[in-house]
């Protein structure tokens, strides 16, 4: 499959399935591909880790979750990757990522992400993971969320220059 | 939400099937109809349970994207953060307990157009953004474990 029909593919699936009998023929229809074509695609960019996951995609938020912390950690370079090893193994922890501290006003270098119910619980979590793991002595700050503005999938792909596809996605 | 709801988001996260009838895989596996299956999860997306049935792309090798924040007077919040949902590559905007009280991801098809978008982000939305993209991830999205009432 040449690389502007790899791209329309992606742009057409990037905002959901289609909730037809036969999705991938559905969309193959759409790109002018066939439905073998479509699903190949989609198993090879399982099977390369370009797609890390494949299925439903939850809102935290409307199933009850409405307590979503981001809890950020300064932790020195020789052992944020066992820090992060160990977060991220937490049944409470949704995220866990190294990003780049931006000194003077950022000096935070690992990122997790807690969903709980509510507040209290969410800082229960917090409080465990932080004793069991023995991070106490690090600098940490957790940031709740308090409004949601926007939450939808990465838009990778954007305005290629073909017509626009319109449907009605999942 | 049904039982049948709460198994496909238990079961579904992850691994949906590739095949010419996917629904009716699920369906199968599940004890339920096809039908039944499609009408829960349009249910499902029609209640604002799931943002979509798709793929989750691996940032690195899909494009190019960061973990972006602005610090911004409260009572400007809002605007500021509509501004900054007018762009396309913007998801996951969120208001946080913080002097940098906006946070937002950005995606864009390769880092040139990242930095690019960046740069529009702070002039129309009028703070200075800090980019963090990822260094490293230490985590394996296998989906949300929801614990049912």
New interface residues.
Partial sequence: MDEISQLRLRKAIQDGLPLTQQPYLTLARELGLTEDQVMQTITDWQDDGMIKRFGLVVKHHTLGYTANAMVVWDIPADKVDDVGEKLSACDAVTLCYQRPRQLPEWNYNLFSMIHGQDRETVLQQLAEITEQNGLSSFKRDVLFSYKLFKQCGGQYVQALKRPELKRQSL | MNQLEQQ??DE?????P???????EMANRLGAS?GDV?SA??R??Q?????????????K???A?T?A?MAVPEDE??AV??R??AF?????????????N????V???DQDQLQTALKEIELSGGYKV?S????????????????W?
């Fill in positions: 496909l988001i579904y996260q992850k691994g949906l590739v095949c010419s009838r996917p629904y009716l096809e499609v999860l349009s499902l997306k209640d604002g349970m799931l943002s979509r049935i798709g793929p989750v792309f691996n940032h090798k899909a494009g994207s973990l924040a919040l809002a953060a509509e900054v949902n396309a590559g913007v998801n996951h905007n969120y208001a946080r307990e913080h002097k940098f906006l946070w937002f991801v995606t864009a098809p800090m963090l993209p990822m260094v490293k991830s230490h985590f394996i999205d296998l989906g949300f474990k929801v614990k009432q």
